[in-house]
């Protein structure tokens, strides 16, 4: 890639959020994906989402903590009812980051956001190659929130991949109103 891309100033950024059957990126696999750009003020530009249609032997396999939630959250029953192959899910990402991105390499924003893209490596290449060397990880910020400043930010804990970007981003405006109010005090 032209490195001259890599180093331009963004104007956009790629949120992404997965859910897995677990965690072990060699053993498990992405059920659901979530992508919204964003202009840097948060304003919402394009959306994608879609569920992978799994086996029932794979849906079977989640350890205990994603079978719970997943069930819980209904994705599992939505993964049945609407899921689409993981080859054509893949396709109509790449789509949608190409139509967003024009070239561009996209940069990864989510949290803990260094594990979705450990799965896209893994399982999805064809769009970890459109991707920014560079990521927007919320985590980090709240590590410096917690420790630092005291600042707990509560969100909710909804284990839906739309919902997940929903409440990052909300926790990333909340570090960053947090700053501006407090700058120089």
Not at 140 to 145: A, G, N, R, T, Y
């Amino acid at each position: 890639m032209d490195r001259t891309l890599l180093d331009e100033i963004p104007s956009k950024i790629f949120w992404v959020d997965l859910e897995m059957t677990g965690l072990d990126v060699n053993k498990d696999v992405i059920i659901e994906v979530a992508a919204e750009v964003t202009d840097l003020n948060f304003t919402t530009i394009a959306s994608y989402e879609a569920c992978v249609l799994r086996s029932d032997q794979v849906l079977g396999g989640m350890n205990q903590w994603a079978m719970e939630h997943h069930a819980q959250s209904g994705l599992i029953e939505r993964i049945k009812e609407q899921g689409k192959s993981d080859n054509d899910v893949q396709h109509e990402l790449i789509g949608f980051i190409n139509a967003q991105f024009n070239g561009k390499p996209a940069i990864l924003a989510g949290n803990s956001i260094h594990n979705d893209r450990n799965f896209i490596k893994k399982w999805w290449p064809e769009v970890d190659r459109l991707l920014h060397y560079r990521m927007l990880d919320v985590s980090s910020f709240k590590i410096i929130m917690q420790a630092k400043y005291n600042v707990i930010y509560q969100k909710k804990e909804v284990h839906r991949a739309f919902d997940d970007i929903q409440a990052s981003i909300a926790e990333l405006q909340y570090y960053l109103e947090w700053f501006k109010e407090n700058a120089g005090k």
